[in-house]
């Protein structure tokens, strides 16, 4: 049975915790975790955190591993709106670079997989939908070689764009380019116009948009590191390394593909304890797995409704979001020169 209880027995601060947690129950399987970022210096910037899903991409399409790529870029004629795209040439991985911060639709999904049908795949997905690929795949989709899948911490409605674009004070229909991680790591929301001009909000703006537009199913998902896909990506939240990823192989096949691109000198890894993943993401973790404590649901409650929105001041939040992160968010880790086998990774 899993402890579902809450965090009795857990004594959890930023900077260590002890006592035992369960392992299946907050990180459930896997065969391989390591930090890491890609070693071409370009991928690594274009990525949210570490470059690896872009890493991977370019991996797959220049080895033939693959013939398509399904990811999540913008739409060439409205470049704010986030939708499923399939990259076959490798050029074209930048479109698909990078976190897109919105809940994509299945249907879209499952639309674009039909029309790739006749090609070798791999594809980025939201943990919900790993169940469902992993099924169509045993159901004929053979053509699905890879799932990947990243850390979904807070998933937002179309909404939380819309906000944000207007509190950067820019038209849609002026919009030339938006990015949800631009910007010196870990990055943020960025338009930038058709005439040029650039409006940059941190990272810690999605901490109080998260909260107004998080989506009501996403409330009540439990899913947190990518359950059950072949490789899964998140933040590595560490203070000594910028610009890294968690990677988190799940298979075989996934393990089998990080080590060949490691050994191709395509990303650069390090070897991290599991206890230290938990350490690093509970913040998240703790909220995912045992529900919304009593003080984040009233702000939730207060903030969701569409009235109290329009009164909040964004700066202010803001401000004490960045604060909240420094005392929160990143960790003390001494990484090891190779990723641990699984005897040592406790
Ligand atoms: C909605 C969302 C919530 C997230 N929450 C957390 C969190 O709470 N904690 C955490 O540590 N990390 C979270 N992440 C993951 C994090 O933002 C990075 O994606 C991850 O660290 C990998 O970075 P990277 O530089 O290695 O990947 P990149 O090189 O940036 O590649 C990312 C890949 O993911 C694909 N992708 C982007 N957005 C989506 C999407 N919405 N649906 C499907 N595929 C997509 C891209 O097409 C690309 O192939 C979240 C990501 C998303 C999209
Ligand atoms: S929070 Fe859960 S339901 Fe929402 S997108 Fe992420 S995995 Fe899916």
Redesign the pocket.
């Known amino acids: 049975m899993q402890d579902k209880s809450g965090t009795k027995g857990f004594f959890f601060r930023k900077r260590g915790f002890s006592k035992s947690y369960d392992s299946r129950y907050l990180v459930s399987d896997y065969q391989k975790l390591c930090i890491g970022f890609s070693l071409d210096p370009a991928r690594r910037q274009m990525g949210s955190s570490g470059g690896v899903g872009t890493e991977i991409s370019g991996f797959l399409l220049e080895n033939r591993i693959v013939e398509t790529v399904i990811g999540v870029g913008f739409s060439q004629d409205r470049p704010y709106l986030p939708e499923y795209q399939a990259v076959q040439n490798v050029e074209d991985i930048r479109k698909i670079s990078g976190s897109k911060y919105v ?2 639709e299945f249907d879209s999904l499952k639309k674009l997989i039909d029309l790739e049908k006749e090609k070798e795949t791999a594809v980025f997905l ?4 790993v169940r469902a690929v992993r099924q169509m795949q045993k159901n004929g989709y053979t053509n699905i070689k890879y799932i990947i ?1 990243f850390f ?4 937002i409605t179309e909404d939380a764009t819309e906000y944000l674009i207007k509190k950067a004070g820019v038209r849609k229909e002026n919009i030339d380019e938006m990015a949800y991680r631009w910007g010196e790591y870990p990055g943020g929301f960025m338009v930038r116009t058709k005439d040029g001009r650039v409006v940059r909000f941190g990272k810690e703006c999605y901490e109080l948009v998260d909260l107004m537009f998080l ?1 009501k ?8 590191m ?1 359950e059950g896909a072949d490789i899964v990506l998140g933040d590595a939240w560490i203070n000594s390394l910028k610009n890294a990823s968690v990677v988190m192989a799940r298979t075989g096949a996934g393990a089998a593909l990080i080590e060949k691109m490691e050994r191709e000198n395509k990303v650069k890894l390090f070897g991290i304890k599991e206890r230290e993943l938990v350490r690093m993401h509970w913040h998240n973790l703790k909220y ?1 797995k045992y529900g919304m404590g009593f003080f984040l649901n009233l702000i939730h409650q207060i903030v969701k409704r569409k009235a109290i929105r329009s009164l909040i001041p964004f700066r202010l939040s803001m401000f004490l979001s960045k604060q909240r992160r420094k005392w929160v968010i990143g960790i003390d880790v001494d990484l090891g020169e190779e990723p641990l086998a699984a005897a040592d990774r406790k």
């Not at 199913?217 to 947190?224: A, M, V």
């Open positions: 809940y994509m939201q943990p919900c939908f899948s979904c911490g807070y998933n989506r199913g996403c409330k009540k998902c439990s899913l947190y990518g995912k």
